[in-house]
Protein backbone atom coordinates (compact mmCIF):
# COMPACT_ATOMS: atom_id res chain seq x y z
CA UNK A 1 0.00 0.00 0.00
CA UNK A 2 1.38 3.63 -1.05
CA UNK A 3 1.90 6.26 1.26
CA UNK A 4 -1.07 7.61 -0.06
CA UNK A 5 -3.33 5.17 -0.02
CA UNK A 6 -2.23 4.49 3.93
CA UNK A 7 -3.22 8.00 3.98
CA UNK A 8 -6.52 8.02 2.68
CA UNK A 9 -7.84 5.70 5.60
CA UNK A 10 -6.96 8.32 8.38
CA UNK A 11 -8.86 10.77 9.45
CA UNK A 12 -7.96 14.49 7.99
CA UNK A 13 -7.49 16.98 10.79
CA UNK A 14 -6.53 20.34 11.38
CA UNK A 15 -4.50 21.15 14.56
CA UNK A 16 -5.19 24.99 15.92
CA UNK A 17 -2.66 26.29 18.07
CA UNK A 18 -0.99 29.23 19.53
CA UNK A 19 2.54 28.85 21.20
CA UNK A 20 4.86 26.33 21.92
CA UNK A 21 3.50 23.27 20.51
CA UNK A 22 3.44 20.56 23.24
CA UNK A 23 0.32 19.35 22.60
CA UNK A 24 0.75 19.56 19.05
CA UNK A 25 3.90 17.44 19.28
CA UNK A 26 1.96 14.71 22.09
CA UNK A 27 -0.72 14.05 18.86
CA UNK A 28 1.70 14.23 15.95
CA UNK A 29 3.54 11.63 17.52
CA UNK A 30 1.01 9.59 18.78
CA UNK A 31 -0.07 6.49 17.13
CA UNK A 32 -3.16 7.85 16.19
CA UNK A 33 -5.12 6.88 12.95
CA UNK A 34 -5.39 10.86 11.61
CA UNK A 35 -3.78 12.66 8.71
CA UNK A 36 -2.72 15.85 10.22
CA UNK A 37 -3.52 18.10 6.98
CA UNK A 38 -2.84 21.38 8.40
CA UNK A 39 -1.22 23.39 11.44
CA UNK A 40 -3.42 26.82 11.83
CA UNK A 41 -1.81 29.31 14.04
CA UNK A 42 -2.50 32.88 14.99
CA UNK A 43 1.38 34.28 15.83
CA UNK A 44 4.10 33.72 13.10
CA UNK A 45 6.16 33.29 15.91
CA UNK A 46 4.94 30.85 17.58
CA UNK A 47 7.22 27.97 18.44
CA UNK A 48 4.88 25.58 17.20
CA UNK A 49 4.94 26.61 13.63
CA UNK A 50 8.54 25.36 13.86
CA UNK A 51 7.84 21.85 15.27
CA UNK A 52 4.98 21.51 11.99
CA UNK A 53 7.18 22.71 9.44
CA UNK A 54 9.85 19.96 10.78
CA UNK A 55 7.25 17.36 10.54
CA UNK A 56 6.32 18.39 7.26
CA UNK A 57 2.64 19.44 7.60
CA UNK A 58 1.50 22.62 6.44
CA UNK A 59 1.29 25.58 8.06
CA UNK A 60 -1.42 28.97 7.66
CA UNK A 61 -0.73 31.64 9.80
CA UNK A 62 -3.76 33.91 10.57
CA UNK A 63 -2.69 36.75 12.77
CA UNK A 64 -5.62 38.65 14.09
CA UNK A 65 -5.28 42.28 12.24
CA UNK A 66 -7.17 45.25 14.46
CA UNK A 67 -10.94 46.64 13.26
CA UNK A 68 -11.46 43.09 10.68
CA UNK A 69 -14.00 41.02 11.73
CA UNK A 70 -13.64 37.34 12.93
CA UNK A 71 -15.58 36.13 10.35
CA UNK A 72 -13.63 37.12 7.60
CA UNK A 73 -10.75 36.05 9.42
CA UNK A 74 -12.58 32.60 9.90
CA UNK A 75 -13.59 32.61 6.31
CA UNK A 76 -10.00 32.19 5.05
CA UNK A 77 -9.54 30.01 7.31
CA UNK A 78 -12.48 27.49 6.41
CA UNK A 79 -11.42 27.79 2.96
CA UNK A 80 -7.74 26.43 3.56
CA UNK A 81 -9.68 23.66 5.55
CA UNK A 82 -11.72 22.75 2.55
CA UNK A 83 -9.28 22.80 0.20
CA UNK A 84 -7.43 20.22 2.53
CA UNK A 85 -10.32 18.05 3.13
CA UNK A 86 -10.00 18.50 6.78
CA UNK A 87 -12.69 16.85 8.42
CA UNK A 88 -12.15 17.70 12.61
CA UNK A 89 -10.26 20.12 14.29
CA UNK A 90 -8.72 20.00 17.01
CA UNK A 91 -7.32 23.25 19.78
CA UNK A 92 -4.43 22.16 20.88
CA UNK A 93 -3.35 25.64 22.87
CA UNK A 94 -4.90 27.99 20.45
CA UNK A 95 -5.75 31.36 22.48
CA UNK A 96 -8.49 32.28 20.21
CA UNK A 97 -12.71 32.20 20.11
CA UNK A 98 -13.70 29.96 17.84
CA UNK A 99 -16.54 31.88 15.50
CA UNK A 100 -19.58 30.68 14.10
CA UNK A 101 -18.13 30.82 10.54
CA UNK A 102 -15.76 27.34 12.00
CA UNK A 103 -18.31 26.20 14.08
CA UNK A 104 -21.30 26.16 11.50
CA UNK A 105 -19.12 24.65 9.27
CA UNK A 106 -18.13 22.32 11.65
CA UNK A 107 -20.80 20.64 13.99
CA UNK A 108 -19.26 18.61 16.96
CA UNK A 109 -16.27 18.01 15.20
CA UNK A 110 -14.27 20.74 17.35
CA UNK A 111 -12.81 19.58 19.75
CA UNK A 112 -10.46 21.43 22.66
CA UNK A 113 -8.55 20.84 26.10
CA UNK A 114 -8.29 23.17 29.21
CA UNK A 115 -5.81 23.11 31.95
CA UNK A 116 -8.37 22.69 35.01
CA UNK A 117 -11.98 20.30 35.92
CA UNK A 118 -14.23 22.32 33.79
CA UNK A 119 -16.43 24.14 34.80
CA UNK A 120 -14.06 25.17 37.36
CA UNK A 121 -11.59 27.54 36.20
CA UNK A 122 -12.27 28.16 32.61
CA UNK A 123 -10.83 30.86 30.48
CA UNK A 124 -7.08 31.35 29.36
CA UNK A 125 -5.38 30.91 33.37
CA UNK A 126 -6.81 27.30 34.03
CA UNK A 127 -3.79 26.55 35.62
CA UNK A 128 -3.10 30.29 37.82
CA UNK A 129 -6.59 30.72 38.73
CA UNK A 130 -6.92 26.73 40.18
CA UNK A 131 -3.53 27.75 42.46
CA UNK A 132 -4.48 31.25 43.21
CA UNK A 133 -7.75 29.79 44.53
CA UNK A 134 -5.61 27.10 47.31
CA UNK A 135 -7.90 23.97 45.45
CA UNK A 136 -6.26 20.64 46.24
CA UNK A 137 -7.48 19.11 43.19
CA UNK A 138 -7.30 20.36 39.47
CA UNK A 139 -6.99 18.55 36.01
CA UNK A 140 -7.14 18.27 32.37
CA UNK A 141 -10.57 18.91 30.90
CA UNK A 142 -11.11 17.66 26.83
CA UNK A 143 -14.34 19.17 25.76
CA UNK A 144 -16.40 20.00 22.06
CA UNK A 145 -16.19 23.17 21.45
CA UNK A 146 -19.53 25.32 21.43
CA UNK A 147 -20.42 29.47 21.50
CA UNK A 148 -19.13 29.88 24.71
CA UNK A 149 -15.58 29.87 26.77
CA UNK A 150 -14.74 26.43 27.37
CA UNK A 151 -18.72 25.55 28.29
CA UNK A 152 -19.32 22.86 25.53
CA UNK A 153 -19.97 19.62 26.61
CA UNK A 154 -17.18 17.22 28.32
CA UNK A 155 -15.69 14.74 26.54
CA UNK A 156 -13.61 13.17 29.60
CA UNK A 157 -11.56 14.75 32.64
CA UNK A 158 -8.51 13.79 34.34
CA UNK A 159 -7.60 15.01 37.95
CA UNK A 160 -4.09 16.54 39.44
CA UNK A 161 -3.74 16.87 42.70
CA UNK A 162 -1.66 19.69 44.15
CA UNK A 163 0.71 18.52 46.49
CA UNK A 164 2.50 20.45 49.51
CA UNK A 165 5.07 22.90 48.87
CA UNK A 166 3.69 23.01 45.23
CA UNK A 167 4.98 26.23 43.44
CA UNK A 168 3.09 26.91 40.03
CA UNK A 169 5.49 25.66 38.10
CA UNK A 170 5.63 21.90 39.60
CA UNK A 171 1.88 22.23 39.30
CA UNK A 172 1.97 23.30 35.46
CA UNK A 173 4.44 20.34 34.62
CA UNK A 174 2.05 17.36 36.54
CA UNK A 175 -0.76 18.96 34.53
CA UNK A 176 1.52 19.49 31.33
CA UNK A 177 2.55 16.08 31.82
CA UNK A 178 -1.42 14.86 31.94
CA UNK A 179 -2.40 16.87 29.22
CA UNK A 180 -0.01 14.97 26.75
CA UNK A 181 -1.57 11.95 27.59
CA UNK A 182 -5.30 12.14 27.82
CA UNK A 183 -5.67 14.15 24.57
CA UNK A 184 -4.26 11.54 22.19
CA UNK A 185 -6.04 8.85 24.03
CA UNK A 186 -9.32 10.87 24.01
CA UNK A 187 -9.08 11.27 20.22
CA UNK A 188 -8.64 7.69 19.63
CA UNK A 189 -11.55 7.00 21.69
CA UNK A 190 -13.67 9.35 19.70
CA UNK A 191 -12.43 7.97 16.70
CA UNK A 192 -12.98 4.50 17.25
CA UNK A 193 -16.63 5.15 18.62
CA UNK A 194 -17.27 7.09 15.59
CA UNK A 195 -17.87 10.55 17.22
CA UNK A 196 -15.46 11.95 14.92
Do not use: W
Not at 14 to 43: K, M, Q, W, Y
Not at 92 to 117: C, E, Q, S, W
Not at 128 to 152: E, Q, R
Not at 158 to 168: H, M, N, T, Y
Amino acid sequence: MSNKQLKSTKLPVAIFASGNGTNFDAIAEAELPIDIRLLVCDHHDAYVVQRAKRKGIDVLIEELHKGEKRSIREGRILEALKEQGVKVIILAGYMRIVGDTLLNAFPNKIINIHPALLPSFPGKQGILDAYNAGVNKTGVTIHFVDSGIDSGQIIAQEEVFRKEGDSLADLENRIHDVEHQLYPRTILQLIKKGVI
